[in-house]
């Protein structure tokens, strides 16, 4: 792998061994299209909660000063930013994500920012389902809204196991598949009778017209089988003990509207 170049001399070249990114193409070009309005796409459709789900999925990591911490599927950098606080100017902290887009306003926010700790973050362009580290090379890992869009969730999972410390954990952040009727009821719907607005409603009437603001209906409407196709909160504890972690416990968050996972090797 290798880290972007970009006009900002900020970033040392990668260490690690450049691998392609096995992934939907048309996933891939979808982050590259939206990364410019990520950011206040996620402030606005979520009142700017999701800093605090974010902060959660940091606090949940176990991340340590002088650690060595991984953000997966680091989009713009939010959680990188957060691990990196943890991290401490003694510790290293790497975003790893699949689209040049995210890093490189990432990166550009990393610059702008300019707070001492954050001089311990290397961005790397990267494949969730073929890291290029060493076995057991991370105290923590984070994931935030990301093991929902890869295509082979089990690889990612037992990627995570594999380059995680013994003992550490990986926290992962993403939408909550609820089967519970307040949460149905915004996201998808139990019966066509109970919850016909459901998910649709929300997506259709919230969602898609803010993105259509920007430019971005067509990228939004995703959001809908993404979230069908993704694993419930007993799914996911199961497909993390399956890859090998000793313990799993799945949070429902933001009034069940939103899951954490917590995993530890």
Known sequence: MHSLQFSVPLLPTSRFKRHSVRCASDRQQLFNRIAPVYDNLNDLLSLGQHRIWKRMAVSWSGAKTGDSLLDLCCGSGDLTF????????????????????????????????????????????????????????FDAITMGYGLRNVVDKRRAMQEMFRVLKPGSRVSILDFNKSMQPFTALFQMPLTI???????????????????????????????????????????????????????????????GLMGNLVAAR
């Open 82 to 137: 957060l691990m990196s606080e943890k991290a401490g100017v003694d510790g290293k902290v790497i975003g790893l994500d699949f689209s040049k887009e995210q890093l490189s306003i990432a990166s550009s926010r990393q610059y702008l920012l300019s707070k001492a700790c954050y001089n311990n973050i290397e961005w790397v362009e990267g494949d969730a389902l073929d890291l290029p580290f060493s076995n057991g090379y």
């Open 193 to 255: 009778k109970s919850f016909s607005f459901g998910k649709e409603w929300m997506i259709d009437n919230v969602v898609v017209p803010t993105a259509t603001v920007y430019g971005l209906a067509k990228e939004y409407q995703y959001l809908k089988t993404s979230i069908d196709e993704f694993l419930t909160g007993k799914e996911l504890e199961k497909l993390a003990l399956d890859a090998g972690f000793s313990y799993a416990r799945h949070y429902e968050i933001g009034g």
